[in-house]
Nanobody
Framework: QVQLVESGGGLVQAGGSLRLSCAAS????????LGWFRQAAGSERELVAT????????ADSVKDRFTISSNTARNRNMVDLQMNSLKPEDTAVYYC??????????????WGQGTQVTVPS
């Protein structure tokens, strides 16, 4: 059974940092696209960062502030999101995902349960 479990959310003041972690289990993810979405209250889910075979991509809103990393060694699959210089607009529930890639299309197969990040204004 595939499971993605996030941790590391919380409340942090503007300008602070948080590190989110996602532990993935149940299969090998070395060929998968891994990453993070977020969803603020009343908004659609937004892609924040992705990583596949060591190549990372970011939404413009988080570029130069967030860093995604992954470790998909055998029996240990982790994808982390280091978030620096946090802003109130980063407040959201953050979800990690694992997806298969077909050409330019990512099929988002697996999701974590979400972790809340709150940055008071």
């Amino acid at each position: 059974q595939v499971q993605l479990v996030e941790s590391g959310g919380g409340l942090v003041q503007a300008g602070g940092s948080l590190r989110l972690s996602c532990a993935a289990s149940g299969r090998a993810f070395s060929t998968y696209s891994l990453g993070w979405f977020r969803q603020a209250a009343g908004s659609e889910r937004e892609l924040v960062a992705t990583i596949k075979r060591g190549v990372a991509r970011y939404a413009d809103s988080v570029k130069d502030r967030f860093t995604i990393s992954s470790n998909t060694a055998r029996n240990r699959n982790m994808v982390d999101l280091q978030m620096n210089s946090l802003k109130p607009e980063d407040t959201a529930v953050y979800y990690c995902y694992a997806g298969t890639v077909a050409g330019d299309i990512v099929i988002y197969e697996y999701w974590g349960q979400g972790t809340q990040v709150t940055v008071p204004s």
